[in-house]
Structures are given as structure tokens and as C-alpha cells.
């Protein structure tokens, strides 16, 4: 009984002694100042945002892969794929980045027959495809690994956060580049996180390499910056408030 006394007393009087040892000032840092950022209103960009897409002024900084000017159709503030125009990317390059971007799929009725419902996607770096698929409630069958939200062929969302069609849905994105050796093999992985129409549907999931229809992903060097692509796929899904920050 008395040791243990004597032990719950030297223990707390040692954490008292390093709490006394410590001052408050010595953990503070006024190192880093971190700037000012004016956040935007309902998903309108914030202040240090690269604005990729507004409304049809924006075109100009896309282009289709053969550099030729964007055949998709802009309207007010919507941009939307016509079919066999081929994808689009910024003429801008990017690495680590936070996206916003907001899409809608098409009437099903208009894709019916097309095996193409809705299927568009965001590829960063022109490699690494985040699935854009008209995926409400498993109307269309389609893998788990292939509906919206999906890292496609390699990840399934941990949940379907997906709206009706014709409906606006954002995707929030913190997607990591990958990291080269200078004997160019791979020293890390791209990494991506996303939240789905607010819901969390991919938290820092490695990205096994770029995207494959058929087979399995294997990286390739690459540069650090490269443009990010919207994907045409035979339907015609819309975008507007298109917004980058570079991290
Ligand atoms: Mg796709």
C-alpha cells in the first residue's frame, strides 16, 4: 500500500515538475504565417483557385489531345460532350492538386443502346481516371470497380453517393501525384481521397498506375506536371464549375 502511494506520488510530481519545465511559449510556432484565402460560396471558387471552367470565355484554356480548339458544346455556364469529338485537357500542366469539378449524366434514355451510360471521367495527369458513370442506385449494371467514383478497374467508391441523372454532382478531389526516382522507377504513388456530393467515397487510396481497360496498371515515368483530361466516352455529360488549387 505504501509503495503504491509513493509511486502515484512520484508520478505526479514528475508530470507536474515537465509541465513546470515547459513554458506555454515554447510550443508556439510563428514559423509559418499561413495566407489569406477568401473561401468561396457554395462551391464557387476560392479566392487563390485556378478557375479551369466558368462558362464558354474558359474554352481557350482546353484542347482536344491533337491541340485543335474544343468542339464541346459551352453554354452559360455548362460545358457539355458531343460524342466522337474526342477528350479534352488543360493546356495548363498539374501535380498535387484539390479539384472541384461538377457533372451531370444525360437523360438514360439517351444513352440507352450505346453501353455508354453516362460514362465520362476525370483523368489526372491524363492517367489516372476517376469514374464518371450514371451509377443512381445500380440502375446500370455495370463492375463495382467501373461505377462513378470509382478509381476505375482498380478501386470501388466505399459507397454509391450517386443522384438521379440530370442531376448536378460534385466531386471534391485531393489527388497526390506520383513520385519518381531519379533511375526513374517509382518512389511513391499517386494518392487520391474524394468526397462525393459531400460524402467521403475514397480516403487516400494508392493508385495502383494509370488507367487499362484490359490488363493491369503498371506505372511508367512520367513528368511531375501534366494536364488533367476530361474524358469523352459516346454521351453527352455536362460540367460547370470547373476549379483547381495547386497544392
Ligand atoms: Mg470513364
Not at 457533372?103 to 438514360?108: A, H, L, Q, S, V
Request: net charge positive; aromatic share 12%; glycine share 6%.
Amino acid at each position: 500500500m505504501l509503495r503504491l502511494a509513493c509511486l502515484t506520488f512520484l508520478v505526479l510530481y514528475s508530470a507536474g515538475l515537465s509541465a513546470q519545465q515547459v513554458k506555454p511559449e515554447a510550443t508556439e510556432d510563428w514559423s509559418y504565417k499561413p495566407p489569406l484565402v477568401m473561401p468561396g460560396k457554395k462551391g464557387r471558387p476560392p479566392s487563390d483557385a485556378i478557375v479551369l471552367f466558368s462558362g464558354q470565355k474558359d474554352l481557350d484554356q482546353w484542347e482536344h489531345p491533337d491541340s485543335s480548339a474544343v468542339k464541346w458544346k459551352a453554354k452559360g455556364r455548362t460545358l457539355t460532350i458531343v460524342p466522337k469529338t474526342k477528350d479534352i485537357r488543360t493546356k495548363r500542366a498539374f501535380g498535387n492538386m484539390q479539384l472541384h469539378i461538377e457533372w451531370k449524366t444525360p437523360d438514360p434514355k439517351e444513352d440507352k443502346g450505346r453501353n455508354d451510360a453516362g460514362n465520362s471521367g476525370v483523368l489526372f495527369m491524363g492517367l489516372y481516371e476517376l469514374q464518371i458513370y450514371e451509377s443512381y442506385q445500380y440502375a446500370t449494371r455495370i463492375y463495382y470497380n467501373g461505377q462513378a467514383g470509382s478509381i476505375y478497374k482498380q478501386y470501388a467508391p466505399r459507397v454509391n453517393a450517386c443522384l438521379p441523372p440530370e442531376s448536378w454532382q460534385v466531386f471534391d478531389v485531393v489527388f497526390e501525384a506520383p513520385v519518381f526516382n531519379p533511375d526513374q522507377t517509382l518512389k511513391t504513388p499517386a494518392c487520391i481521397t474524394v468526397f462525393h456530393n459531400g460524402v467521403l467515397i475514397l480516403h487516400h487510396v494508392a493508385i495502383k498506375g494509370p488507367m487499362v481497360y484490359a490488363g493491369y496498371p503498371q506505372y511508367t515515368y512520367h513528368a511531375n506536371k501534366l494536364p488533367l483530361v476530361l474524358q469523352e466516352h459516346n454521351s453527352r455529360v455536362s460540367f460547370r464549375n470547373i476549379w483547381v488549387r495547386e497544392l
